[in-house]
């Protein structure tokens, strides 16, 4: 993160009318990229690493890794982030300094979800690489939204009914193959929210208790194959790099590694690694877990996680999975900076002569 100016809230004092209407380019993905200051061309790029949770395994991972591919990382918590908006698009600064750096990494959890993805779109307004999207994060803390568009996109999911008032939540059941079956809200991750019921009433009283609440509720299809049991992908850039298989112990039906599931490295079928790189594709993720039940109809992608944990995955298949994400990184970065080099002109100001980007 550099920090340059002591009036750290005067937009004016660091960025140009010139060098704002110059300093930015199209990327191969339809994205404007931001060139990097000449200045900067010459050392190593910055990744900022936006993390409530420095000392988290995937956190440390990532920031490891991304050091060791030639990052100079800055690990900030999004929340201690203040965003300035202005008619030339606005800047975000950490302590009263501008953030610059050359690209984004978010670890947004989900109770912070509003708050993160406003910082991840101001990052995205200034040009930088952004790994993930906001739009990509909320489409994927959206269970309802992500499921939407992956029946679009003609991804296989389980049947799932949003179930707007109590009194429909009999014929829902129905819908989705009757009892038992799954009740869980649109929003949650590690498993929270989710529940098994083996009856109509108990989905009702469920419903009516998560309507009280002011919470969005769904009444999904039980695959009995695939009790406690489901798949997790690992999608970077549009490539499965690793993948295992989550048990539950005991009765629990939810298989999440953090709710003390045990896991294993497994080998995916051509479909099943299609169908994982599709998923994150339709939701705008470059780096993505796809959740994955075997049902005797083929895989069902449960849901799309765009913060993906790595401790389980990582030690389940002994791949290095943070070190496939700054590979990517690195993958963008270096074509942003070709496009950039091809961009440049010069233009002559009497003695000076400064270059900008098309």
Known sequence: MTQSHPEAFN??????????????????RGKELKT?????????????LLSRGPEL???????????????????????????????????VFHKGWPVECEAVL??????????????????????????????????????LVACQMMAEARVPVPITAHVGAWEDTDRA?????????????????HGSGVFLVSSSQQARQLV???????????VQEYVKESHGSDIRALVVGGEVVASMRRKAHGSEFRSNFHLGGSVTGVNLTDEQR????????TLGLEVA??????????????????????????????????????????????????ISEDSKFSVGFGENESEYAL
């Open 173 to 189: 059941v129905r819908r989705v193959g009757g009892s038992p079956c799954v009740v869980k809200s649109t929003e949650g991750t």
């Open 274 to 281: 299609r169908i994982a790189v599709l998923s994150a594709e």
């Open 11 to 28: 937009l004016s004092d660091f960025v140009s009318p010139i060098t704002h209407t110059h300093n930015r380019i199209a990327s191969s």
């Open 106 to 143: 978010p670890r947004i959890g989900y109770s912070i979800t509003r708050r993160g993805v406003a910082i991840v779109r101001q990052f995205e307004q200034t040009g930088v690489i952004v790994l993930n999207s906001s739009h990509g994060i909320l489409r994927s803390r959206d269970k």
């Open 57 to 91: 395994y995937s956190t440390r991972r990532l920031a490891t890794e991304a050091e060791r591919q030639g990052w100079m990382v800055d690990i900030i918590d999004p929340l201690a982030l203040t965003i300035v908006v202005d008619e030339d698009g606005g800047r």
């Open 289 to 338: 877990g796809v959740d994955m039940l075997e049902s005797d109809r083929g895989p069902l992608v449960l849901e799309v996680n765009s913060s993906p944990g790595l401790e389980g995955i990582e030690g389940a298949t002994k791949v290095n999975v943070a070190g496939k994400v700054a590979e990517h990184l690195n993958d963008l970065y270096s074509s942003y900076s070709e």
């Open 36 to 48: 990097a200051p000449r200045a900067a061309q010459d050392m190593e790029p910055r990744l900022v």
């Open 208 to 218: 009516f208790q998560m309507l009280e609440r002011g919470m969005r509720p769904l």
